[in-house]
């Protein structure tokens, strides 16, 4: 298994300890009598319980990821980070967290114009050259390599034909999120109610439904909504959500607000 793959499992895992912690994940466990002990991680549905029965309850999870114009150049840059950090761990046995900023070149003034510009497309959206930014990253990490200690924070200016990153990095886990880490600082606008989105993303699943039910007795649906950290930022109105009628064919379909940890049955 590849570190993406590893690190993909190792977040759903994650998401489904917190989700369980809820009062609505204990009551998702006492209405499937589910012996919580019984978790394990499987391919489609992601993950399987056993109730006291000794029947199969699967969980699906995915994330409600809604695109806006700095997704990409956010997703990428910590796919980026990762792969940087993987190598570093694998020749160098060290874990380090890293951040990641980019210049604005963008002038501000007290122009309409730039005003305007600067609150309705905050961020970065483009990457000039993935290849080259990687590169220099991984040479950038490995000059300082003999200072990745812990207290000792590393940081580095990249150059990408014109365009200037820098990247902080240290041997200690983000304290924000409790384990090694790659932060991109790249503000988005936040996509108020989107429920076509949501509603997609159950679709994707729907399909997909068929071969879960081959594995477990019932299958319910965790839908993730991820903090802005991964390049997406959405929020929902409850009342909303009650109102509308999403077609799923899980028997639960349970949407889950990583940051502040909200449970909404949809």
Not at 20 to 31: H, M, S, Y
Not at 49 to 62: A, H, P, Q, R, Y
Request: proline fraction near 3%; hydrophobic fraction near 35%.
């Amino acid at each position: 298994m590849n570190n993406k793959n590893i690190n993909k499992d190792n977040n759903e895992k994650q998401y489904v300890l917190n989700f369980l912690k809820t009062t609505q994940g204990k009551d998702w466990v006492k209405r499937n009598s589910i012996d919580i002990n019984s978790m394990i991680k499987t391919e489609g549905p992601d993950f399987v319980f056993e109730n006291l029965d000794g029947s199969k309850i699967g969980l699906e999870v995915t994330k409600l990821i809604v695109p806006c114009e700095n997704t990409f150049a956010t997703q990428t840059l910590i796919s980026i980070g990762n792969q940087v950090r993987a190598f570093i761990k694998k020749k160098y046995n060290i874990d380090i967290s890293v951040i990641i900023d980019k210049y604005d070149k963008r002038i501000w003034s007290g122009k309409k114009s730039d005003f305007l510009d600067a609150a309705y497309h905050p961020g970065f959206k483009k990457i000039l050259s993935i290849k080259q930014f990687k590169d220099s990253f991984i040479k950038a990490m490995e000059r300082n390599v003999h200072l990745f200690k812990p207290g000792n924070i590393i940081q580095e200016s990249i150059d990408v034909n014109g365009d200037l990153f820098k990247i902080t990095a240290e041997a200690w886990i983000n304290p924000f999120v409790g384990q090694y880490d790659t932060h991109v600082n790249n503000v988005q606008l936040c996509i108020e109610n989107p429920i076509t989105e949501l509603q997609d993303e159950i679709n994707k699943k729907n399909r997909k439904y068929a071969s879960y039910k081959e594995k477990c007795k019932q299958c319910t649906l965790l839908i993730i909504i991820p903090d802005c950290r991964e390049g997406s930022s959405c929020s929902f109105n409850r009342l909303l959500l009650k109102m509308h009628h999403f077609k799923s064919k899980f028997k639960y379909t349970i949407l889950f607000d990583s940051k502040s940890q909200e449970v909404i049955y949809i």
